[in-house]
Each structure stands twice: as C-alpha cells, then as structure tokens.
C-alpha cells in the first residue's frame, strides 16, 4: 500500500503528540493535522497562485480529466431520487450508493472525476463560528471501481495522483503528510489516508475492500476507490484568507458587508480561525471555551470580543447557508415540517434568525438574489430555478414571522406553567417541541423567557440535535413472508393486452396465496392496485383471486375466503387464470393519465414538481406533488385543459427497458418521479415530449386511449405537498354528468337559468349575511337585558364569584351571555350557563384559571352528571347534549364544591 509512498521520497513516521502513523519527505516530530499542528496558512498562502472555489474546482477536474478520467455532472443535492436511506447527499460516494458500490449497475464512468455539493448539518451550530465548518461544501472525487474483469486502478495509483495533483497547484511536497487510518461506514471499511498540509485536512483516501459483518470482515468484490478533496479548503489555504468563507463565496459576503455596514476584523478572525482549529470544535457544544482562548490571546475581555464577532458570525452564517439553500431548492427541496422540507427550512430560518440580528432592511429573497447570480457562473441549473427559489423565500419568510407572532403566546403560557410547577427553566424537550410542532426557534424563547424573568436554557448545539434527528429515514420494519420459490415470471410484460393463461401451481403458502410459475395479475405496486379476476382448475373449479401482491420476486395470488376449501391438492397442477378486463382497462387508463396529469403540472406550476405519492382507483386517482403553496382554481383549470390537450394528440406510449446506467445518462433522475425502482435494468415508459419515467405498471398504447381527465379538487395533505383528485375515461366523463347535474338542480331550485345562477347566489348570500347581522344584534340585545336579570343570582364561594344557570335562550346568547359576565361587565369569575336544549357554555377569568381550573374541565365534569360532552380553551368552553338537567343542581354542586376546597 506504501510502495508508491516510498518511491516518492516519503518515509514512515510516527507523530510525537498524537501517536498516529503518518509519512512525510522531510523529518518532522508531528503529523501535519491540527491539533498537532497549528493553521500556518492564514495571512501565508501556500500554493503558486491563488484560486477562488470556481477555480479550484476547474483545476481539479481538468487535472483528472488529463489523467484519464472522465468528469462527470454534479448529482442532485436530494439522494432521496436515487436512494431511500438518506434525504441529503454528504459526499461523492452517496451518489453512487448502493446500485454502482453493490456491483449490480456500473457505474456512469470508470474512472471518473466529480465535484460534488455536498450538506452536512451536524454541526450547524459551528458554522460561521470557526472559520472551516459549512453546512454545504465541495467534494472533489476521482473513483475508480474495481472487479476482477476490469481492475481500474489501487492504492499505489490513487496516491500518486494525490501527490501529483496537490504538487501540481504549488503546495510544497515537503509539508504534505499522510496519515495512515482506517474508514469504517455504511456496512463497508477499509484502509485510508488523511492528507494534510500547513495544519489542515485537505483530503481523504479510502480503500473500500471490506464488507462489516458479525463474523469480522469479508472481502467484498468491488473493490473501490473513494476519495474526497475538501475543494473549499484547498481554496482557502491558496489565498490565506482569515476564514474559509472569505476565500469561498468572498464576493456574496462584500455585499453583506456593505448593506450591513459591518466591517470584518482580520486579526480576530484569523486568531479565531487558528486556535478553532486546534480544537475538536465538533465535540465540543459550548462555544464559550473557544471564545475565552481566542480573548486571551488577544488580550481582550471575553464579552467585549463577543460583541465584536457575533456581526461578522452572522455575516457568514447568512453568506454559507444562502448557498446551501440554494442547492437544496434549485434541486428541488420544497421547506416543511417533514423528511428533507425540514432540513431546508431549519436553514432557511436560521438564515432569516441572523438577518434580523444584523438589522438588514433586506427581504430574503434579495440576499438570495445575490448569492443565486454568484453560483450562476458556474451552476447554470441554479439561474434556471432563480424565479421559483424567489418565490419560495419569498413565502417562507412571511410565514416565519407569522409562525413567531403565533407562538409568543404560548411560550408565556409554558412559562407561567412551568412556574407553577416550580421550575425554573425549559427542559430540552419541551424546546424541541416549540420547534417541531410549531415553528418557534429557540431563539424567540430566549427574548421571551428574559422578558419574563425566566431560564430558556438554550444548548449551544440545539440546531445540530435537531439536524441530526431528522438526516435520515425512519426504517420501517416490516414482516415479510420467507418463500424458497423460483422468480414469477410477470407475463402481463410480453403482451399487455393478454387476458387469460395458463400457468403451473408452485405451491401455496398461508392456506391462501397460490404462488404460480407465471402471471398476468399485476402485483399491487406503484400506487396501481393488482389485479383481480379467477384461477379455474382442470375440474373446473373456480377460485375468485381478490388481491395480488409481489414478495422479493414471487407473486402472491390471494384466494377469496370462501374458496380456500377448493385449493386441495392444487400443487404441481396446470391452471387457466383470467383477470377482471375492465378492471384492468380502467387501472391502465388511469395510471397513464397520472404520468399525463404530473407532467401537465410540472408545465403550469414549475419544474420543482415532483411526485409524492399516487393512488390509482377506478373510479378517481389521486397524485401527491411537492409544492410549497396552494394549487389556485385557475392552476387546476390549466392543468386539466394542457392534459387533455395531450390526451387529444394521441401520443404514443413507448415502454422499453434499459440499463439503468443507460438510462439515467440519458433522462436523468426525472425517472425516478413515481420512487425509486430498483434493480440493474429498468422499464421506462415514455410518451415522447410529455413525459418520462421508470415505472412498472400498465399503461396504453398511445394517450387518446385515456379519452377524458376530469381535474375534480386539490387539497394540501401535508406541508409542502399537493393533493390532486381526478377521474378519466368513463368515470370522468360521469363526474362531468354529475357537476352539471347539481348546476341544473341549483337552477331550477333559484328559478334561474344556469349562467345566472353565480349572480343569483351571491345576491341571495349578501341578504343572509344582513339577516345574520341583524339577528347578531337582537341576540345581543336580548343578552344584556338577561345580564341584568342575572346579577343578583351570583354567588360568593370562597372569595369567588360564581353563577351556575339553566336559562331558556339560544345557543348563540347562551355564548354572549356567559362571555359578557365574566369579561364585560365583570360580574362574576365563573359563569357556567346551560340552555333548556342541552347547550353549555363556560367562560371564566384568570383568577379561575390561576387556581388550575380549566373550562373545558369543567364542561366534561358537569358532562357526567347531564350526559354531554365538551371542550375549548382554558377560560372558554362549550358543549352540547346536557339533556338530563334533573340533575343539574348534583352537577353546579360538583363545580362548586371544588371551589369550596381551593385554600
């Protein structure tokens, strides 16, 4: 492994400070890494000229590209597209798991060279704070995959290109160093190299060979080379700038300067930046001991250099994560409270959070302006998606301050809780939750929890705890049946319109579910329910098939409950199986028309569309579509005239399989619109100019099979994605029949002709809404007049004032009056009122509330007695079906004797 080392002129030595094995030309005591080493860079380039990231990044793969490889594009930021671990890319080698790094697909070049944006947001609290730690970096790579038919290239190979390509820049050989390691990660090892110089990491070499199992290591037959080169860093050590952000988005961050007017301190900065990397800054959550070192070098007191660089900290912060959003919305990451939308709107937030702390009049869609026109030179795809990324930031700043007007009261009702209970801070729990479920940065509790003499305990790494909680997919766990069968052979591939065959029983598994050598029932799979219709026996006997189901690569056929008494001896017999035709039909026609309806929405509402759920039926489908707002009436009308448009021209329907190789360097991840379909080869249905994905499902010959797409309502099912409901062919054409059907009824109801009928309603609706007003106010009045026929009924309990009445009013004065008592006129604490129909309503102040009575509380104990049920808000609750009122004095008496006890 070390030969080529060697015959570079390196020698093998160990590192008096940290005890790691590391090789370097020249005789030195330490290894080259920090904290053995200090930065020897800053404000002391180190390479024959100075290159900004852009630059760099050309080099690298120019350089590479020299050397025989072949440069590759940049992969989405977004590995949910090609893989279901991960929601973010957080190296090169994730852009090739697990289809290339498994052996099953080859992969897109070998050997090849990539830069790779790259998002970690495990230490997203550091970012800004040490001068290296970024939530989105370049990875530069060359790879090379190795089998036992083509060995690529190794160890020896791999660094001499290191060398060559670090020399080649104009570092000095004599301070680069090798550390020997090891990588262990994703169920592989192997040996590696860390490669320094001048104190800092600025690459990694890794020698996949190696699979982890519990019986130790197995050699695994893709032998991989995995590299990565830090391209920011290398940027930086070329220029010697204070912090990596000067040297990488240097000219984003001039702008912030200049529209803040906050002038960056060299000298803080880089003291700042060499004693941080002297440090295990990721392992460390409170920020102060760094902060202390760095004063103390300076000479200055701790709070005066805090003042001093929270502005410039707040300068990178908004510079580093303004790019990352970048990629992740340019890709297609729409901000939520779920899966990757959470990761992009933590960012967004804490982008907005540093903004407001740095007093910008700027909106932030402008300071993404900025950064968008600076990542344009080189990533065309970001300029392509400037108007969508405006148009989200746009949207998410305003409901981030909405969310912040929202939760600032119920951060003073946690407080006044929590200091009831004797506590005299936030547990950790409770904060994430404020985040979580709605929204409200720890940050927001802080101000309020010091307005209201109170501890936020905030953690110096709460974003980081957050990040790392949602990086990945929950696994699900789900029972599966263990079969020891030969792969079903899916007939229904060979001839979609085949509707009847013949096929031999394997067996039959769970007393229901024949597993047969070949099939035409499609497997429920891709939102497309399976198949349903009849197996018939040499005897004739008929079994009903309900569902079909795909396990690994067997298919399942379930056989109805009442015919599982006719499945005897069915084992090694020839059957004829038929499917449901027009079941089948319709299934076909819809599922079409779902690639149709998500193309046509992509086209009206933008190029981030993208599929996130589907289910066919017959009589309507549903498609779920990332999107960030609301889907307006006019939009559903233009997707629905622009796909039946295409319906109309009668596209063909081309389905063909492919190498998935093959397949991906010509389409792109868009395949994977309907998930990710695995596997080495691919079917991929294309209507040509419409539409392209990897789908296993049925589909027609050609678009005007479909004959109609009736758009029927949109609905948000969660935040961030888009429900669109539809029928096509005969269903839709009935829905159609139905619309008019209600128009024509709603006319006839008005005596009015049906284009009158928009004019006629609104008119009917403005006098109802007079009437309503009018009502309002006698309510009302009739309100204050029974107040004061009550005052004399309140009672004094215990210092409190209470009134418990059955009144015969209407539900709406019943609200009136019990609100009016209590907070109008004041006459009582508590009004609980009950109307001669069973309706209650309970209201009461502070002084009730202080005590720890809650009116919904109330409403359910009054409840057991009359027999109804009830809820609200704390000093506001009501209910209905108190209807057994014999026992209305049992229930005041129950209200009231808790009164009694209060001390």
């Known amino acids: 492994m ?58 690298f793969k120019g350089f590479f590209k020299d050397h025989g490889h072949t440069p590759i594009d940049r992969y989405p930021v977004l590995a949910k597209r090609w893989r279901n671990d991960v929601f973010l890319v957080g190296a090169t080698i994730y852009d090739f798991q697990p289809w290339v790094t498994s052996g099953m697909v ?66 000095n050989p004599e301070e680069i160093t090798y550390i020997e390691s090891w990588w262990k990660g994703g169920g592989n090892e192997g040996p590696s190299f860390e490669i320094c110089a001048h104190g800092v990491e600025l690459a990694t070499l890794v020698f996949i060979q190696y699979a982890t199992t519990k019986d130790g290591l197995k050699e695994i037959p893709l032998r991989i080379v995995d590299t990565g080169y830090g391209l920011e860093r290398i940027a930086w050590v070329s220029q ?49 001991l760094l902060r202390k070192k760095v004063a103390d070098k300076l000479s200055l007191d701790p709070d005066v250099l805090k003042k001093a660089t929270d502005p410039m900290e707040a300068i990178y912060i908004v510079a580093d994560h303004t790019r ?52 344009s030179k080189t990533y065309p795809e970001i300029k392509d998606n400037k108007e969508h990324i405006i148009n989200i930031t746009d949207l998410e700043e305003e409901r981030y301050h909405t969310t ?54 905030i953690p110096d790494n709460f974003y980081t705890q957050i990040a790392a909680a949602h990086e990945e997919e929950a696994d699900e766990e789900k029972e599966q049946l263990e079969l020891d069968f030969p792969k079903t052979k899916l007939s229904f591939y060979d001839d979609l319109k085949q509707r009847e065959f013949t096929a031999n029983v394997l067996g039959v598994v769970d007393s229901n579910k024949i597993i047969l050598d070949q099939t035409i029932y499609y497997p429920e799979g891709g939102g497309q329910p399976s198949d349903e219709g009849t197996i018939t026996r040499k005897d004739g006997t008929t079994l009903n098939i309900v ?42 026609r819809n599922h079409t028309a779902t690639h149709i309806v998500i193309s046509s929405a992509r086209k009206v509402l933008g190029k981030h569309i993208w599929q996130a759920g589907a289910q066919k ?82 589909h027609c010959e050609s678009t005007g099979e479909i004959g109609v797409i009736k758009l029927l309502r949109t609905e948000r099912v969660q935040d961030g994605v888009e429900r669109l409901e539809y029928a096509v062919s005969d269903s839709g054409v009935k829905k159609i029949q139905e619309n008019d059907d209600i128009l024509k009824d709603s006319s006839e109801i008005f005596g009015v002709d049906p284009e009158q009928l928009p004019k006629t309603c609104n008119r009917f609706f403005n006098e109802w809404k007079e009437q309503q007003k009018t009502i309002k106010a006698l309510e009302k009045q009739l309100a204050e007049a029974k107040i004061s026929s009550l005052e004399n009924e309140v009672e004094d309990i215990n210092g409190y004032k209470i009134l418990t009445q059955v009144l ?51 409403i359910n104990d009054i409840g057991k007695f009359l027999g109804g049920r009830g809820g609200g808000k704390p000093t506001l609750a009501q209910g209905a079906k108190m209807t057994n009122l014999d026992k209305q004095d049992d229930a005041f008496n129950a209200i009231k004797d808790q009164i009694r006890s209060w001390n």
Request: charged residues 30%; hydrophobic residues 35%; glycine residues 6%.
């Open 106 to 171: 080859r992969p897109p070049a070998n050997p090849l060279t990539i830069a790779q944006p790259s998002i970690r947001l495990n230490d997203v609290d550091n970012v800004g704070r040490t001068g290296r730690h970024m939530t989105c970096f370049t990875m530069g790579a060359h790879h090379a995959f190795n089998s036992e038919e083509n060995n690529v290239y190794w160890k020896n190979e791999t660094l001499r290109y290191c060398h060559d390509f670090l020399v080649s820049i104009g570092i």
């Open 240 to 288: 010697g700038t204070p912090t990596a952000y000067d040297a990488t988005f240097g000219p984003v961050i001039d702008q912030l300067t200049d529209i803040s007017g906050v002038e960056l301190d060299t000298e803080i900065l880089s003291e700042n930046a060499r004693i941080a990397g002297m440090m295990d800054i990721e392992d460390i959550s409170d920020l102060k």
């Open 808 to 858: 015969d009013v209407e539900p709406g004065q019943l609200r009136e009056i019990a609100i009016n008592l209590v907070e109008k006129d004041e006459i009582a604490d508590i009004a609980i009122v009950i109307n001669t129909t069973g309706n209650i309503v309970a209201s009461s102040n502070d002084k009730i509330l202080d005590k720890g009575m809650k009116m919904g509380d109330v």
């Open 324 to 375: 990352c959003l970048s990629f992740m919305l340019a890709d297609g990451i729409i901000p939520s409270n779920v899966k990757e939308g959470y990761l992009a709107r933590l960012v967004l937030r804490r982008t907005v959070k540093y903004m407001n702390e740095l007093g910008l009049n700027e909106s932030l869609s402008d300071i993404m302006k900025m950064q968008v026109d600076f990542l």
């Open 404 to 457: 912040l007007r929202k939760g600032e009261n119920l951060v003073k009702r946690s407080i006044k809780t929590l200091k009831k209970e004797n506590k005299t801070s936030f547990p950790n729990d409770m904060l994430i939750n404020f985040y979580d479920s709605h929204g409200i940065p720890p940050e927001t509790v802080e101000a309020i929890s010091k307005e209201n003499d109170f501890d936020a305990n």
């Open 2 to 59: 070390t030969y080529e080392l060697e015959q570079l002129g390196y020698k093998k030595q160990v590192c008096q400070k940290c005890g790691n094995t590391f090789w370097s030309i020249r005789e030195r005591s330490t290894c080259g890494d920090a904290p053995c080493d200090e930065y020897e860079f800053i404000g002391n380039p180190v390479t024959d000229k100075q290159y900004d990231l852009m630059g760099i990044q050309k080099k």
């Open 547 to 588: 569902y079909a189901e795909k396990v690994d690569d067997i298919v399942l056929h379930h056989v109805a409950k009442e015919d599982i008494s006719k499945l005897n001896d069915i084992e090694g017999e020839e059957v004829t199986g038929e499917i449901d035709a027009l079941r089948r039909d319709l299934l076909t």
């Open 617 to 698: 039926g017959l009589d309507k489908t549903r498609i779920d579509l990332s999107h960030y707002k609301r889907v307006s009436h006019e939009e559903l009308q233009q997707i629905e005239a622009l796909a039946n448009k295409r319906v109309q021209e009668n596209y063909p329907v081309n389905i063909k399989w492919y190498d998935r190789t093959d397949a991906e360097r010509k389409y792109g991840f868009r395949l994977y619109q309907g998930g990710i379909v695995p596997g080495k080869n691919i079917r991929v249905v294309e209507i040509p100019g419409v539409d392209v994905e990897a789908c296993a499902g049925t």
